[in-house]
């Protein structure tokens, strides 16, 4: 699938080629002419945006007088804590590093493609697979460690050692499918959100693509915290202790 060079991957390919495939070489990937696709820098740029923005803020905290942007992400963190406690229980707060990033990762990937020149990582599918990918791991990594490896195990074969030849499969098939079912409904829901803007933006001007802006932002939005949301849900179901 072929997508537009944005002008920041266009300077990144004009003036840092090296680099760019200094770190194919590392996957054992062979060196191209223009190395740097347009998804990989934008997410280097909301990398740098979150960290900025960040340590930023953390200069600003304030008890006495907190600024809106304070404010902001306070209330941001109220609602990923509540979410948390919801779907995992009285633990889930131990979570909250993990769930806040992913959601902050990909709500900022899902909306710098409104900002003129740039597009949504998201929209490209290795982006919402590696998110996928990440969720996959650090669930299963959290059930064995929560409840120990051959514990964790056993929750495969079912509640009846009769059901295990049987649920075995089903329940491998179930968990790897996971990380699809993430890519895909992140992918789809962001490449068609982003094409029909474009689609309007390029038809009409002022009132119908703001109107369509706004639907975009909406949608990022949502989707990032439906990520987010199953994201807890598998957790919770990785750590919980059957009775």
């Known amino acids: 699938m072929h997508h537009r060079e944005v002008f920041l991957a266009k300077l990144f390919n004009d003036y840092l080629p090296g680099t760019g495939n200094a770190f194919l070489k590392l996957v054992g990937l062979p060196p191209e002419p223009r190395p740097w696709a347009a998804y990989i820098v934008m997410q280097l740029l909301v990398a740098l945006i979150i960290i900025v923005l960040f340590a930023y803020l953390r200069r600003r ?56 020149g740039f597009e949504s990582p998201t929209m490209i599918p290795p982006v919402p697979a590696g998110c996928a990918i990440a969720v996959f791991c650090y669930y299963n ?9 051959g514990r964790y195990l056993a929750h495969f074969a079912g509640p009846m050692p009769i059901l295990a030849p049987l649920m075995i499969p089903i329940e491998l098939v179930s968990h790897l499918a996971r990380p699809l079912s993430l890519t895909i409904r992140l992918y789809a829901n962001m490449y068609a959100g ?7 933006m390029g038809l009409t001007y002022f009132a119908i693509p703001a109107l369509f802006m706004g639907l975009h932002v909406f949608v990022s939005i949502l989707q990032a915290y439906i990520f987010m949301l199953l994201t807890m849900i598998y957790v919770a179901g990785a750590v919980a202790h059957e009775h």
């Open 194 to 200: 982003e094409q029909v803007t474009l689609v309007f």
């Open 141 to 149: 990594l959290m059930g064995f460690r929560e409840q120990g490896f």
């Open 61 to 116: 905290l304030s008890v006495d007088q907190p600024g809106k942007l304070q404010h902001t992400f306070e209330l941001i963190e109220e609602f990923v804590r509540g979410q948390s406690e919801e779907s995992v229980g009285h633990d889930g707060p131990r979570y909250l590093g993990f769930f806040g990033t992913l959601f902050i990762f990909i709500l900022f990937c899902n909306l710098i493609g409104i900002i003129p």
